[in-house]
């Protein structure tokens, strides 16, 4: 998974080195985005408001480096060719956290998760189909199923797989779908249009504003904003602390995002974000602010799911001309010993895996123990904060964003802004 991307991107040309360092950066920052945004959301239960301050601290950041006299950084002027593919990313940004709504309101976290682990399947064919990379090996198809399988282990020993209706499914699969666009598209613009780093951060941002600005009026947070009392707020407790935390490391998670998925495949990058859930997973069970502990079993699954990421290696770009086939390296290894048998075992291998993949997700969605009290979201930090006038109702937004791979909390608003 560290080596290194075959062609540059618009935003840098990748090096081993920096396909490590990058990856490396992303990880650091998804982790300690857990912890920052539990706390924060605790204290503001608004987790569109608060991505909306990070994001608008990230825009001042990027200006004042940009406008500084020695113009540390480069920030192209807009352009048709720049402003156009970057709103297209931001209304998919908006159309995967309405179908992850959705698709949460219907089913619940666990469900989710188990889809999400299951996208790099799918992009990795639109990575060779769209992005023009070779297939996967078997070996690396083997840690893409291996992480897949990992995420559902973990749901079936500590948690609860459910959806409440089959709509539900068209609701998780909607979801499925465009993350599997999301992350194939992030990717094709990174390599067809010209952009520096600070120059896809900054137009990530500023059309991603208005996205979670509407947002805030589709979840009801104004509502939410107006409950709070933020001259007690910020006297009283640490909220304005964790909050300028939130905007540093949202500052941070920004540019290791979109430095990340420049240096590496769609693929790859998908595989990254499967595996930093599955650490903050880990996370949030060591630190043990959750309603329950994750079990060592769970905890093995966790490191299941990590164990197919580092397995999976990236594969080269095809070669200018070269055809689309399935292992174009095993077929020439088969042409030399009797013609393309090999490269249609290789075939059927794939379409089988695939097929019992999807026959046994199937049938764990309609073997799963079907409850709605799976959708409710306990109290884990105790009694609503004092400054908040409800009582703290909403502070079911804080248990959802941190202890989820797939959450709607400010953690995952933030990851789906460098992300997805």
Same mark, same amino acid.
């Given at each position: 998974m560290l080596n290194p991307a075959s062609s540059s991107g618009g935003v840098g040309g990748p090096s081993r080195m920096g396909s490590a360092a990058s990856i490396g950066a992303y990880t650091l920052c998804s982790a300690t985005m857990l912890v920052v945004s539990k706390l924060v959301v605790f204290h503001i239960?608004? $987790?569109?408001?608060?991505?909306?301050?990070?994001?608008?601290?990230?825009?001042?950041?990027?200006?004042?480096?940009?406008?500084?006299p020695f113009n540390s950084i480069k920030v192209e002027s807009p352009t048709r060719e720049i402003v156009v593919p970057y709103a297209v990313y931001s209304l998919l940004f908006a159309l995967s956290i309405f179908t992850n709504f959705h698709a949460l309101q219907h089913s619940n976290v666990e469900t989710v998760i188990v889809f999400r682990s299951a996208?790099?399947?799918?992009? +990795?064919?639109?990575?060779?189909?769209?992005?023009? &990379?070779? #297939?996967?090996?078997?070996?690396?198809?083997?840690?893409?199923?291996?992480?897949?399988?990992?995420?559902?282990? #973990?749901?079936?020993?500590?948690?609860?797989?459910?959806?409440e209706s089959f709509g539900a499914y068209s609701w998780v699969a909607s979801y499925y779908a465009v993350t599997v666009v999301i992350m194939t598209y992030g990717? #094709?613009?990174?390599?067809?249009?010209?952009?520096?780093?600070?120059?896809s951060v900054a137009y990530s941002n500023a059309l991603s504003l208005p996205?979670?600005?509407?947002?805030?009026?589709?979840?009801?947070?104004?509502?939410?904003? &107006?409950?709070i009392n933020?001259?007690?707020?910020?006297?009283?407790?640490?909220?304005?602390?964790?909050?300028?935390?939130?905007?540093?490391?949202?500052?941070?998670?920004?540019?290791?995002g979109w430095w990340c998925r420049s240096q590496i495949s769609a693929t790859s990058y998908t595989i990254v974000g499967v595996v930093n859930k599955a650490l903050t997973i880990g996370l949030s069970s060591l630190i043990e602010w959750e309603n329950t502990k994750t079990s060592?079993?769970?905890?093995?699954?966790?490191?299941?799911?990590?164990?197919?990421?580092?397995?999976?290696?990236? $594969? $080269?770009? &095809?070669?200018?001309?070269?055809?689309?086939?399935?292992? $174009?390296?095993?077929?020439?290894?088969?042409?030399?010993?009797?013609?393309s048998g090999c490269r249609n075992r290789v075939?059927?291998?794939?379409?089988?895996?695939?097929?019992?993949?999807?026959?046994?997700?199937?049938?764990?969605?309609?073997?799963?123990?079907?409850s709605?009290?799976?959708? &409710?979201?306990?109290?884990?930090?105790? +009694?609503?904060?004092?400054y908040i006038g409800d009582g703290g109702v909403n502070r079911t937004w804080t248990n959802h964003s941190a202890s989820s791979m797939d959450g709607l909390g400010a953690s995952n608003l933030l990851r789906l802004r460098g992300e997805s």
């Open positions: 239960p608004a $987790p569109s408001f608060v991505a909306s301050v990070q994001i608008v601290a990230c825009i001042c950041v990027l200006a004042v480096l940009h406008l500084a996208a790099p399947m799918a992009v +990795a064919f639109c990575d060779t189909l769209v992005l023009g &990379r070779e #297939y996967p090996s078997l070996l690396s198809f083997f840690g893409i199923f291996l992480s897949f399988a990992g995420a559902i282990g #973990y749901v079936l020993v500590d948690s609860q797989f459910s959806l990717t #094709y613009i990174t390599s067809t249009v010209k952009l520096s780093l600070s120059g996205v979670l600005l509407a947002l805030m009026v589709v979840f009801g947070e104004f509502s939410t904003l &107006r409950n933020f001259r007690l707020l910020l006297t009283t407790t640490n909220a304005f602390l964790w909050l300028l935390a939130s905007c540093v490391v949202g500052t941070g998670i920004s540019y290791a060592t079993a769970g905890l093995l699954f966790l490191g299941i799911v990590v164990g197919g990421g580092a397995v999976f290696t990236q $594969p $080269p770009m &095809r070669k200018p001309g070269e055809s689309v086939t399935l292992c $174009p390296s095993w077929g020439k290894r088969g042409q030399s010993s009797g013609g075939c059927l291998v794939l379409v089988l895996g695939i097929a019992s993949a999807l026959v046994g997700l199937g049938y764990f969605v309609y073997a799963a123990d079907i709605l009290e799976t959708m &409710r979201f306990g109290g884990a930090l105790g +009694a609503g904060p004092a």
